[in-house]
């Protein structure tokens, strides 16, 4: 069955490059994205935080398949288990709390906000939040435009 899998495959790859007309255009060899056409330039790079929140999600990954072992066998292990698993739940905890410590969740600027601005009377949930994706909506009542 194999042998036969593969021969059906070459054969198809043999075909398709001998009898598929060849009339390379602008707009076949554009790259295709989901049906929209590419009007301007590459964008941004995604900043370094964006990979750090990536690898954030990775190792909790890798902490539950190792949870998943352990915890069908947990009963024979006995305590050396539940140290290791102490061990490594606590290293991997640990080094989030360091990622979180530095900064890696938050996406905006960092700026320092002194006491007088988060006091000031003029700041409310209006004027601080900004309201993505309005554009061209009427403002709902007691909304900011």
Request: aromatic share 14%; glycine share 8%; proline share 7%.
């Amino acid at each position: 069955m194999f042998i036969l899998a593969v021969i059906f495959a070459g054969i198809s790859l043999l075909a398709s490059r001998l009898l598929a007309p060849r009339r390379p255009t602008a707009s076949k060899e554009e790259p295709y994205e989901c049906g929209i056409s590419s009007s301007q330039g590459p964008p941004e790079r995604f900043p370094v935080r964006f990979f750090l929140i990536g690898m954030i999600f990775i190792v909790f990954d890798v902490e539950i398949i190792f949870m998943y072992p352990w915890a069908t066998v947990f009963r024979e292990i006995g305590l050396f288990g539940l140290i290791a698993v102490l061990i490594f739940s606590f290293a991997v905890f640990e080094s989030f709390l360091y990622v979180i410590g530095n900064g890696a969740l938050e996406w905006g600027p960092r700026k320092k906000i002194s006491k007088q601005e988060i006091i000031n009377p003029a700041r409310t949930i209006h004027t601080t939040v900004r309201r993505v994706g309005l554009e061209g909506r009427d403002p709902v009542e007691g909304e900011a435009a």
